[in-house]
């Protein structure tokens, strides 16, 4: 099963069977806003340089883009959080594509806003190998165009759920990266973009390895 059928597989139960009506409706308003905002399309594209960083890792300290790139291509993979459900399920089909990414050459690293403390949660809850980056106020998701606040009535929702993203980021903005997906050359070029402003629509992550592949013939050559 591909990871959107996967998701759609979660959202068609959750919608159809647990939210409620109302709660359903302010989500999907809230997805055609952002995605009629056109923010996705200022978002970083194929041959834009990536912006360098360094960012704290769940469990080994700083790790920085500069270094990660020097082992190869990069592979970055923004999303919103451990306390979202379709995020999860995209970091067990990026766990399961882990091997494969590696044997290309390339670098595997999530980023989001969430705290260390719960990007460590997520990391051991979803036993994943790769490194996940923890992005202070969202600052490195900001400067690849996909940070973005949530309308009021969506964090009004989020807090009668018991999601207080002031308290899952250590950040009281209540802003978010759009879920997206880059590989970055060792040049620091990017050459591969994804950005999903609708955040329950995300492409597989097999779909990078042939970009992988092409990078590593192209190394090698």
């Known amino acids: 099963m591909s990871l959107q059928d996967k998701l759609d597989a979660f959202k068609a139960d959750f919608e159809g069977k ?4 109302q709660a359903v409706e302010i989500m999907h308003r809230a997805t055609a806003e952002l995605i009629a905002s056109g923010q996705a399309d200022h978002a970083l594209k194929v041959g834009a340089v990536a912006p360098s960083f360094t ?3 769940a469990d080994d300290g700083p790790l920085s883009s ?3 790139l020097a082992r190869g291509p990069l592979v970055l993979s923004f999303y919103r959080g451990v306390w979202c459900p379709y995020c999860n399920i995209e970091l067990e089909a990026l766990q399961e594509a882990s091997a494969a990414i590696r044997a290309t050459g390339a670098e595997l690293v999530a980023i989001s806003p969430q705290s260390l403390v719960n990007g460590r949660k997520a990391k051991h809850e979803k036993q994943v190998t790769f490194p996940m ?3 202070p106020n969202g600052e490195v998701a900001n400067a690849f165009g996909l940070r973005f606040r949530l309308p009021d009535d969506l964090i009004a929702l989020y807090k009668s759920f018991g999601v207080d993203l002031a308290v899952v980021n250590d950040d009281p903005s209540w ?4 879920p997206a997906r880059f590989v970055v050359a060792p040049d620091g070029v990017i050459v591969y973009a994804e950005v999903s402003p609708d955040y329950t629509r995300r492409p597989d992550p097999t779909d990078l390895l042939p970009v992988l592949e092409q990078l590593k013939s192209s190394v090698a050559a």
Request: glycine content about 0%; proline content about 12%.
């Open 66 to 68: 500069t270094d990660l």
């Open 18 to 21: 647990k939210a409620p009506k």
């Open 55 to 57: 960012l704290a890792e």
């Open 175 to 178: 802003t978010l990266p759009m």
């Open 133 to 135: 980056l923890s992005d």
